[in-house]
Nanobody
Framework: QVQLVESGGGLVQAGGSLRLSCAATISIFNFNVKGWYRQAPGKQRELVAR???????NYADSVKGRFTASRDNAKNTVYLQMSSLKPEDTGVYYC??????????WGQGTQVTVSS
C-alpha cells in the first residue's frame, strides 16, 4: 500500500514562502508523474504543478515563476517550493503520484493559508 505523507503547510503573509514536502512509503521511481494539486473553498481541485520521471515540469499559469516542483529520489520525496505567495493561493494542497499503469495515489492534504 502506497502512502504519501505531506507536510509544510501553514499560515503565511502575502509575499512569503513555504515549502511543501510529500514523502512516499515506497520508491518514487515507481511513479511516472508526481504532482501537486490544490483545492480552495467552494472550488474544484486544480493542478498546480507536476514533474515527470524525466524531470520535466509543468505549472498552472497562476503559479508560473513563483512555484517550483522538485524531487529527491534518494529520500522518496517530492517538494513544492512556493514563493511570493498570494491570498488566492490559499487552499488545501494535495500530493499525487501516478504509476506507469495509470493508477494514482493521493496524500491527505495540507492546509496553506495566505493572509493579506
Amino acid at each position: 500500500q502506497v502512502q504519501l505523507v505531506e507536510s509544510g503547510g501553514g499560515l503565511v503573509q502575502a509575499g512569503g514562502s513555504l515549502r511543501l514536502s510529500c514523502a512516499a512509503t515506497i520508491s518514487i521511481f515507481n511513479f511516472n508523474v508526481k504532482g501537486w494539486y490544490r483545492q480552495a473553498p467552494g472550488k474544484q481541485r486544480e493542478l498546480v504543478a507536476r514533474i515527470t520521471s524525466g524531470g520535466n515540469t509543468n505549472y498552472a499559469d497562476s503559479v508560473k515563476g513563483r512555484f517550483t516542483a522538485s524531487r529527491d529520489n534518494a529520500k522518496n520525496t517530492v517538494y513544492l517550493q512556493m514563493s511570493s505567495l498570494k491570498p488566492e493561493d490559499t487552499g488545501v494542497y494535495y500530493c499525487n503520484v501516478e504509476g506507469y499503469s495509470g493508477r494514482s495515489y493521493w496524500g491527505q492534504g495540507t492546509q496553506v493559508t495566505v493572509s493579506s
